[in-house]
């Protein structure tokens, strides 16, 4: 890849390209019947590029997703609706964040109803996704409300969510709502719905399908296999959704910078950032449908949190040169005294004398029936240091976010051994065969989505039923389970089963 020749033919040479093309490569619009090509409603498709990428040797796929209704926000009766208000302290994104109070804006809860359902019921012969017009995939998280009232059919009603598309509350983005259908029907769809009575829509809903490139084409650095130089992130590579877009790119653009300065790439791993979580299953197991990321899909959880993301990738900070040495050091240096006030947290015993069990009482804690360490009894609710302070009252010594970081790591101490042990179990397990005649939809825990993707691949073990997208750790636990049971049963006499 040597840069970028545009319509109009003019080159714009790089030694680096990233292609970020959201929706637009051949995207075709649908409301009702009527077909655009669009990237978005009323912007053209990416038609030349993506034949293009065809004609370099990529494997190209086809996706599906769709968008809500807008509102005028002067034309919603908001008297009639539920106000549902931000967190009253919400967090800092950046640790670099100190005053922090932003004006909040509510959202507004509504429900579909009989009348709604009864509309859409009428006009499913001109649902895209119902007439066979749409044969692409579309996001199996963000179904359609054609979807929803056509495969729920016994619920009474939906729940919306009216968001301020901005500051003034000019726009409402009617969350829940996605359609494809005709103009006229979503209008009065819209009308039927408490509030809505005369709302004006201001852009009207669609169905997009798209291009992608299958993932399985990149390296984990997003960098492409099949060409040097080329960069793809975002809906490109199959996923939805904003954080998952701005992640890749993040990433992309990271690599293709330290590839320019001849630096390592930053490949982040499964136990160190969701983002290594999903560039990691897009990278090896690629997608059939448009991928989310999930907090399931992640093995290591409990230790992905928000509030340890410095903690966690502090060192790859530092390396991009995004943090200054000074600043590290004192980094280095809590991570040290969590590390240490944990150790000696495990080695201070503490036993149920008649002092300590009065002082649990008095600090309304359940009392202690057996010696126990200084870990139990720091991963408490609402337990403070004070209560014993001649076993831990070091711990008031340290600064207000260590002492955090060390709570919350007492609280899920047996946990993350117990996860740890499990993902032993795991790496042990993938071997396991699965029979070509084993009937997963027996299999009660494993979830509709599981079983309909371990059917339709049919894995020969559970390592290949791991490499399948959105089968999650657990999905394989209680495969193994099943599958141990079925080993069994094939082994007893037949008048014992």
Known sequence: MVGVKSALGKEYRAKKVILTTGTFLQGLVHIGTHQSQNGRFGESASVALSLNLADLGFEMGRLKTGTCPRLSGASIDFSQLEAHGGDLNPPKFSHYTKDFNPTQLPCFITYTNESTHALIRQNFHLAPMFSGQIESVGPRYCPSIEDKVYRFHEKERHQLF?????????????NGLSTSLPFEVQ?????????????????????????????????????????ANL???????????????????????????????????????????????????????????????????????????????????????????????????ELCAQKEQIRGALERLKQTAITPTKEVLKRLKDANQ????????????????????????????????????????????????????????????MAQMLNTPIPLDFDYKKSTGLGLEACEKLEKFRPKSLFEASQISGITPANLEVLQLYLHLHQKLKKMPHESR
């Not at 010696?371 to 720091?378: A, E, I, R, S, T």
């Open 162 to 174: 009216l968001e301020p598309q901005t500051r003034s509350c000019s726009e409402y983005y009617v």
């Open 231 to 329: 960069y793809l992130a975002g809906q490109i590579n199959g996923t939805t959704g904003y954080e998952e877009a701005a992640a890749q790119g993040l990433m992309a653009g990271i690599n293709a910078c330290l590839s320019l300065q001849n630096k390592p790439e930053l490949v982040l791993h499964r136990d160190e950032a969701y983002i290594g979580v999903m560039v990691d299953d897009l990278v090896s197991k690629g997608t059939q449908e448009p991928y989310r990321m999930f907090t399931s899909r992640a093995e290591y959880r409990l230790l992905l949190r928000e509030d340890n993301a410095r903690l966690r990738l502090g060192a790859h900070t530092h390396a991009l040169g995004l943090m200054d040495d000074t600043e590290y050091t």
């Open 187 to 227: 209008e009065q769809v819209i009308h039927s719905i408490k509030g809505l009575e005369h709302a004006q829509i201001t852009r009207y809903g669609y169905a997009i399908e798209y291009d992608f490139i299958p993932p399985t084409q990149l390296k984990r650095t997003l960098e492409t296999r099949q060409m």
């Open 366 to 425: 359940t009392p202690i029936n057996d010696k126990c360490d200084g870990v139990f009894l720091m991963g408490r609710e609402n337990f403070s240091p004070d209560v014993l302070s001649e076993f831990l009252g070091f711990l008031n010594t340290l600064e207000p976010f260590i002492l955090e970081q060390i709570k919350i790591e007492c609280k899920y101490h047996d946990y993350i051994a117990k996860q740890s042990v499990s993902i032993a179990k």
